[in-house]
């Protein structure tokens, strides 16, 4: 079956740098959109990043641009994002997905990791 497993989260404090990872299995995600979404307590989950698994085309939130990089490794079928500055407000746990669509509403895509907390000091 389909599996994404997030990797490489923790505590840093504000102005640090964090890389996730997103370890893909279980079928052939040519044509998939590959995002990194987040949610904070009591908020609802909301799109960082995506990247489109063949050609590599990237965007981003608003909030997170300039700021975050997303990347994928084919080779290895790994998905990363790379965060650096990172601020309070970051701090959320961070899920993998992937879909067909590119969008920013979470509903759309087919697959979900499990999560990764990322808690940044002020």
């Known amino acids: 079956q389909v599996q994404l497993v997030e990797s490489g989260g923790g505590l840093v404090q504000a102005g640090g740098s964090l890389r996730l990872s997103c370890a893909a299995s279980?079928?052939?995600?040519?044509?998939?959109?590959m995002a990194w979404f987040r949610q904070a307590p009591g908020k609802a989950r909301e799109f960082v990043a995506g990247?489109?698994?063949?050609?590599?085309?990237?965007y981003y939130a608003e909030l997170v641009r300039g700021r975050f990089t997303i990347s994928r490794d084919n080779a290895k079928n790994t998905v990363y994002l790379q965060m650096n500055s990172l601020k309070a407000e970051d701090t959320a746990v961070y899920y993998c997905?992937?879909?067909?669509?590119?969008?920013?509403?979470?509903?759309?895509?087919?697959?979900w990791g499990q999560g990764t907390q990322v808690t940044v000091s002020s």
């Open positions: 990247i489109y698994w063949s050609g590599g085309t990237t």
């Open positions: 279980g079928r052939t995600f040519t044509g998939y959109i």
């Open positions: 997905a992937a879909g067909k669509r590119r969008t920013e509403v979470a509903d759309w895509y087919d697959y």
